[in-house]
């Protein structure tokens, strides 16, 4: 019965941190829109008419978010209010159990405050009821599993818990350099994270999310009509959280990011779609617009290409004009000036911003990683992404016959089979409207570029699936949403949502033959009834030369999970500890001319055998 309770907490605690987020999106959006109402809209109106119109308040704007979608966006924009304060906390503080239930009183106070200015009277219906209660029962289940995913054993949780358990220290990356990678998240996950609350190691990051996402999608499909491209988008988001569900456990970053692309573009469907009354309606959607694709990039810099998606349609909508060069310049401010706290910490922590881009990196900076360790970086993910896990990696690059191991590594044996079997029918969907209905996919065409791009982008530079998830979601989402449509729309049944009905329930059925499918499985479902949601792995105490002494896993095992701070994945020899402006820093430290030697003769033999 143990287990039971354990999840019970865990259940807890989740529905708390949903409801917190929301409110924190909720009071986030009420501040945008004062930017908005003070900055860009005096100057969208300046030497145009005499008579500018009355500023609107918060609840028109949130009036006029699309149907479903206004969900994840408060969601995401909680998500980001969060991460950003905890960001500039961080600098002073751990973020200790006091701040994270501080932290979720003050996001619930957020949503008792909006119901009394009457922003859930809508909400007050079957289709937001049911849908809320199905999408919970599904994140409760992803939520209560054990925290098994591999990278979060490797550098995510340790990532977390030094944000937890220590101020913002600088050169972590010296220590594992995969904590320079600068991922935002990291701080709303270290808030969030249940032990605060009820003494239980487990991360929900990701559930939350998930949650948004697929309370959005259902509530389209609840609702019964398919009558746009918009909505048939949207409803599919069910089947493609299906599919990035691999990336979505622990706290992988790559599943989020899908989720994230698949709002953006739902949200430009959304406005190539409707033609709102007013100008300030249309461009205070493309200011929500930026922020969340800049905070994508905040999250992974590999999501870059989701900014030109939203800019080129802001030309599209807007046309090419010093006006509205003008107004984009305001609309900027915001998402920039939130990347701050994030461009701060990727520079405490590696000397980077975005570590392991050599973008902004500060090699002079006594912290900072070795180039020579950073460039290698790069070319290790990279290389890793074409081959990874191949018995012959070198011959298979340097012959350049990489393709045909990547193919069969992801492609033949259908590790992503939903997937696949989802973009193979986009494609050719596409490839038919493309001739057909010409004039219906044009409008479409400038948004279906920027994220086959993107995709290019992924391919030529990581083509590990996992870190395209943000160009692919969307990209055959638009694709199969377009065929659905126009199919369902000339086929005359009792309804014509019908055939949209039997594709999702066909799609569901693929997934659900799957033999090892998440988080369906036998191995997922045992995790459910672990006490303990984080692995334990065996840990040595390992000191260097320095004196300085960390936790490290035994031979044949580079995960350490919930290993007491600092601890590492190897043993790091020339790593020493010292102060900077009165701060912790790690630093490797040249070793002296008689432990080079030592290390040579270490080496002879190794490199021999």
């Known amino acids: 019965m143990e287990w039971i309770i354990v999840n019970l907490k865990i259940t807890f605690v989740l529905l708390g941190w949903i409801l917190a987020t929301y409110g924190f999106g909720l009071a986030f959006f009420a501040l945008l829109v004062k930017f908005y109402n003070t900055f860009i809209v005096p100057s969208t109106y300046a030497n145009v008419i005499p008579n500018p119109p009355l500023r609107k308040t918060y609840i028109h704007y949130h009036k006029n978010l699309p149907f479903g979608l206004a969900i994840p966006i408060i ?26 239930v501080m932290g979720l009183v003050l996001g619930v106070c957020f949503v008792f405050f909006f119901m009394t200015r009457g922003l859930f009277k809508d909400m007050c219906n079957k289709t937001y009821i049911f849908a809320f209660i199905v999408a919970f029962l599904f994140v409760m289940w992803a ?19 030094w944000v937890q358990e220590s101020p913002l220290i600088f050169g972590l990356a010296n220590i594992h350099t995969r904590f320079g990678f600068n991922n935002i998240l990291y701080n709303f996950s270290a808030i969030s994270e249940v032990s605060h609350i009820v003494g239980i190691r487990s991360f929900i990051t990701n559930e939350i999310m998930t949650f948004f996402t697929l ?121 920039f000036l939130l990347g701050i706290i994030w461009g701060i910490k990727g520079i405490c922590l590696s000397g980077a911003v975005a570590y392991p881009a050599g973008l902004f990196y500060f090699e002079s900076l006594p912290w900072a990683v070795d180039n020579t360790i950073r460039s290698g970086e790069v070319t290790t993910i990279h290389n890793w992404a074409k081959v990874g896990g191949a018995s012959n990696p070198k011959e298979l690059l340097e012959s350049g016959k990489w393709m045909g191991y990547w193919f069969s590594q992801y492609i033949m044996p259908l590790s992503y089979r939903i997937g696949l079997i989802l973009s193979i029918i986009a494609i050719c969907i596409g490839a038919v409207l493309a001739f057909t209905k ?13 994220l086959f791009l993107g995709i290019l982008f992924w391919f030529f530079s990581a083509p590990d699936p996992r870190f395209g998830w943000q160009y692919f979601v969307p990209f055959f989402g638009i694709l199969l949403a377009m065929g659905l449509y126009h ?6 049944l009792k309804s014509q949502n019908a055939l949209f009905y039997c594709a999702l329930l066909g799609i569901g059925a693929v997934y659900a033959l799957g033999s090892n499918n998440e988080p369906f499985n036998l191995k997922t479902i045992s995790g459910f009834k672990d006490t303990s949601k984080i692995p334990s792995i065996p840990l040595q105490k390992y000191t260097n030369h320095n004196n300085l002494s960390l ?13 007491p701070l600092p601890a590492s994945t190897s043993q790091r020899p020339n790593l020493a500890k010292g102060t900077f402006l009165g701060r912790d820093m790690y630093y490797i430290q040249p070793p002296h001319t008689k432990q080079k030697a030592q290390d040579s003769s270490l080496s002879q033999p190794k490199d021999k055998k």
């Open 75 to 100: 969601g995401l924009l909680g998500v980001i209010c969060v991460s950003v304060l905890v960001g500039w906390i961080h600098i002073f503080m751990p973020i200790s159990p006091i701040i994270s």
């Open 551 to 563: 936790f490290i896993p035994f031979e044949g095992e580079d995960r350490v999970y919930d290993a």
């Open 438 to 450: 010409k004039s219906v996919f044009k409008v479409y065409t400038p948004l279906l570029v920027c």
């Open 215 to 335: 309370m959005a999608s259902l509530m389209v499909c609840f609702s019964l009509r398919f009558d746009s491209i918009y909505r048939c988008f949207v409803a599919l988001g069910c089947v493609w959280l299906l599919a990035v569900f691999l990336n979505l456990q622990g706290l992988y970053a790559e599943g989020y990011l899908g989720l994230v692309g698949f709002c953006i573009v739902a949200y430009l469907i959304y406005m190539l779609e409707s033609s709102p009354s007013h100008i300030q309606d249309s461009l205070f959607a493309f200011f929500l617009l930026f922020v969340l694709a800049f905070f994508s990039v905040y999250i992974k810099i590999s999501a870059i290409m989701l900014i030109p998606c939203v800019l080129v349609l802001f030309f599209q909508y807007f046309k090419l004009s010093k006006h509205s060069f003008k107004i984009l310049v305001f609309l900027l401010i915001i998402p």
């Open 143 to 161: 939520g209560c599993l054990s925290e098994s995913a591999y990278d979060t054993g490797l550098y995510h949780i340790q990532a977390t818990k």
């Open 487 to 492: 199919i369902s729309h000339k086929i005359v």
